[in-house]
């Protein structure tokens, strides 16, 4: 792997996060804007709790990630505080594939 | 719609700014977990420390940065499903910018900490103070602990053991759900990420890394822009 990609990825990466900073203030106030702004998080974040839980590159796959997430599921509506939520997955995952090795 | 971090400039009681503190370091280390996977899988993908520490410290988002040592084998896709993958971040400094007001220095700080973690944190909370704070807290314990797990993984690599076997990937799903949670409070937030989710999984198959996403985006700009469910 070059250097080149590796700094163009990261610079590109940094500068995108920019863009809500160098827009003109006024713009951000329109109603639309906001609306929008509003449920971009959840938009994005349900899209990728789903990608990360069903896929592996651009297979869609059912593993040890699916029980986990079920356990997770269980613990958010019980309010379990978020390090919790986050162990409780990641030992279901490891126990399911020692149990099924 | 009034979004939180909106309201009036509640003062913060020392109650909120305790339960605020100590979900943003509960965030940087479930992050830091992610990262010590990170960290692995940057040096088997033949990355040198150097260049997956600088990952880290300078793209500083994780979603983009696996994209880019998933595909490291062919630079150029690797580049550009990073930046498609990093375009999320830029929707989101439109959301944290109005919250923070940031000045100078603190403005490149600002953007450069806009991630789906601090972002969800902040727009999580009542009240301008406790989002500030939010925003603040969680990116400095994410941002440290990200990187000083990115060098352990990266250093550790091959005793570490597959981050798999730790069940390291079911680490961030569960905090991406942990942070969409205390916001699926009406049935218009429940419809765009369920829309979202079920968007994503169909285009993966179909379409090349990051674009899924980016799809999910669409959702909520359609939704956004139209005010369905209004």
Known sequence: ?101 | MPGPGDGADLPLDEATRRRVLRDSAGVGIATGAYGLSFGALGTAAHLSVAQTCALSLVAFTGASQFAFVGSAANPVAATLSALLLGLRNGFYSLRTRPILHPRGLRRGLAAHWTIDETTAMATGQDGAAAARLAFWATGASVYVLWNLATLAGAVGAARLGSPQHLGLDAAEPAAFLALLAPRLSDGRTRVVAAVASVVALAATPVTPTGVPVLLAALVAVVAGVTGVGL
């Open chain 1, 1 to 101: 792997m070059t250097w080149t990609a590796v700094i163009a990825a990261s610079l590109g990466c940094l500068g995108l996060k920019g863009v809500g900073y160098l827009l003109p203030t006024r713009s951000l106030a329109h109603p639309v804007v906001a609306r929008v702004a509003d449920l971009l998080p959840v938009a994005l974040l349900a899209a990728l709790a789903a990608q990360q839980t069903f896929t592996v590159g651009q297979s869609l796959v059912i593993d040890a990630r699916v029980p986990a997430m079920a356990v997770a599921t269980l613990a958010v509506w019980r309010r379990a505080p978020f390090l919790v939520v986050v162990v409780l997955a990641a030992a279901t995952a490891a126990l399911w594939r020692l149990a099924l090795a």
